[in-house]
T-cell receptor, first 111, second 115 residues
Framework: GQQVMQIPQYQHVQEGEDFTTYCNSS?????IQWYKQRPGGHPVFLIQ?????EVKKQKRLTFQFGEAKKNSSLHITATQTTDVGTYFC???????????FGQGTELSVKP | EPEVTQTPSHQVTQMGQEVILRCVPI?????FYWYRQILGQKVEFLVS????????KSEIFDDQFSVERPDGSNFTLKIRSTKLEDSAMYFC?????????????FGEGSRLTVL
């Protein structure tokens, strides 16, 4: 079945450093979404990417969808302590509507 | 702002007991989901529900699990005979629009502890 892999599992950065998490799918995706989960919280939607090669920005966050629609990345510039949490990618393949989550990357930011 | 609400926030039960987790999705949403998250692990898809029937389910969602939308507002997940490995946070989610796109709105979750 469809698998979504995400690396790294953990990332510890100093405040002000950049952060990137990478997501790879075993199948071609129809779209990919990114969610953020704060410690003790629930996943909160960040963005959806649909088109091959798409790049979207939200302030310090940059999201990319690969040309083959099998991989994606989230890059945070100049991290802040408010960025702390686990970032999940979640992909839908072309076969169905269910959203499959990656393992998540837990980001900690040292002030 | 409309939100998905879940009850209870925490349930402790004995192995073999039945558990019902309740969710009230956002009112104009059409698609409903249950996901679970074992502590510190990823969010795992259990089941999706549309037009009063299951549209997709995962291997985790075996005969011990069932979902129901008994009225126009509630969406429930029942576990018939809980096992220790069912201990997890269970998230309900909903969305509007078409099946293959659009963000999921998650509830705060129901933590299930099976002793």
């Amino acid at each position: 079945g469809q698998q979504v892999m995400q690396i790294p599992q953990y990332q510890h950065v100093q405040e002000g450093e950049d952060f990137t998490t990478y997501c790879n799918s075993s199948t071609t995706l129809s779209n990919i979404q990114w969610y953020k989960q704060r410690p003790g919280g629930h996943p909160v939607f960040l963005i959806q990417l649909v088109k091959s090669g798409e790049v979207k920005k939200q302030k310090r966050l940059t999201f990319q969808f690969g040309e083959a629609k099998k991989n994606s990345s989230l890059h945070i510039t100049a991290t802040q302590t408010t960025d702390v949490g686990t970032y999940f990618c979640a992909g839908r393949d072309n076969q169905g509507g269910k959203l499959i989550f990656g393992q998540g990357t837990e980001l900690s930011v040292k002030p | 702002e409309p939100e998905v609400t879940q009850t209870p926030s925490h349930q402790v039960t004995q192995m073999g007991q039945e558990v019902i987790l309740r969710c009230v999705p956002i009112s104009n949403h059409l698609y409903f989901y249950w996901y679970r998250q074992i502590l510190g692990q990823k969010v795992e898809f259990l089941v999706s529900f549309y037009n009063n029937e299951i549209s997709e389910k995962s291997e985790i969602f075996d005969d011990q699990f069932s979902v129901e939308r008994p009225d126009g507002s509630n969406f429930t997940l029942k576990i018939r005979s809980t096992k220790l490995e069912d201990s997890a946070m269970y998230f309900c989610a909903s969305k509007w629009g078409d099946r293959d796109t659009g963000e999921l709105f998650f509830g705060e979750g129901s933590r299930l502890t099976v002793l």
